[in-house]
T-cell receptor
Framework: GAVVSQHPSWVICKSGTSVKIECRSL??????MFWYRQFPKQSLMLMAT?????????EQGVEKDKFLINHASLTLSTLTVTSAHPEDSSFYIC??????????????FGDGTRLSIL | SQQGEEDPQALSIQEGENATMNCSYK?????LQWYRQNSGRGLVHLIL?????REKHSGRLRVTLDTSKKSSSLLITASRAADTASYFC??????????FGQGTRLTINP
């Protein structure tokens, strides 16, 4: 079946480093992808909607310059956490609508990236 | 964004028992979906119920939706240890995105 691949699964780096996370749709095209952030024992908070060929749509309170999103192809979206600091440490998850559908349709999720900033 | 409320926040039952989780939301919806998340992993879609549906089944899962009360429930029958996970409801508000509830952490004791 359709799968979303997210890489890397775990990152530990020093404060001030920029970290790039990739989200790929396998076997299907995704014109839209979503990026979430999840703190321990909490729900998913939508950060932004990644749109292929155009600018991402950020949720209120999410810094665009901090969390750079690029959706350069129909199967790849990237999230770059720029100049990461300890407060950016979290679990980041991407998703894509099944069969390239709309945001309200079932989502395929990546396995998440655990980011730890020292 | 408005997130749904789920209860209970945590549920621990014995294997073989039924588990019921509830979800309430605040706005009108297109559909409501339930997802499962194993610890440290991404979410897996379980079932979708449309706003004009009242009940839906999938294997050991039964979902109900009451739009007048803005609430939904997920029932897992004959629970198994492998059902241990967090379960989230998500509401589709318009065509753009899903809004997730706070989740229920389910533990099935062997």
């Amino acid at each position: 079946g359709a799968v979303v691949s997210q890489h890397p699964s775990w990152v530990i780096c020093k404060s001030g480093t920029s970290v790039k996370i990739e989200c790929r749709s396998l076997d299907f095209q995704a014109t839209t992808m979503f990026w979430y952030r999840q703190f321990p024992k909490q729900s998913l908070m939508l950060m932004a909607t990644s749109n292929e060929g155009s600018k991402a749509t950020y949720e209120q309170g999410v810094e665009k310059d901090k969390f750079l999103i690029n959706h350069a192809s129909l199967t790849l979206s990237t999230l770059t956490v720029t100049s990461a600091h300890p407060e950016d440490s979290s679990f980041y998850i991407c998703s894509a609508p099944a069969q390239g559908g709309q945001g309200y349709q079932p989502q395929h999720f990546g396995d998440g990236t655990r980011l730890s900033i020292l | 964004s408005q997130q749904g409320e789920e209860d209970p926040q945590a549920l621990s039952i014995q294997e073989g028992e039924n588990a019921t989780m509830n979800c309430s939301y605040k706005t009108s919806i297109n559909n409501l979906q339930w997802y499962r998340q194993n610890s440290g992993r991404g979410l897996v879609h379980l079932i979708l119920i449309r706003s004009n549906e009242r009940e839906k089944h999938s294997g050991r899962l039964r979902v109900t939706l009451d739009t007048s009360k803005k609430s939904s429930s997920l029932l897992i029958t004959a629970s198994r240890a492998a059902d241990t996970a967090s379960y989230f409801c998500a509401t589709a508000q318009g065509a753009q995105k899903l809004v997730f509830g706070q989740g229920t952490r389910l533990t099935i004791n062997p």
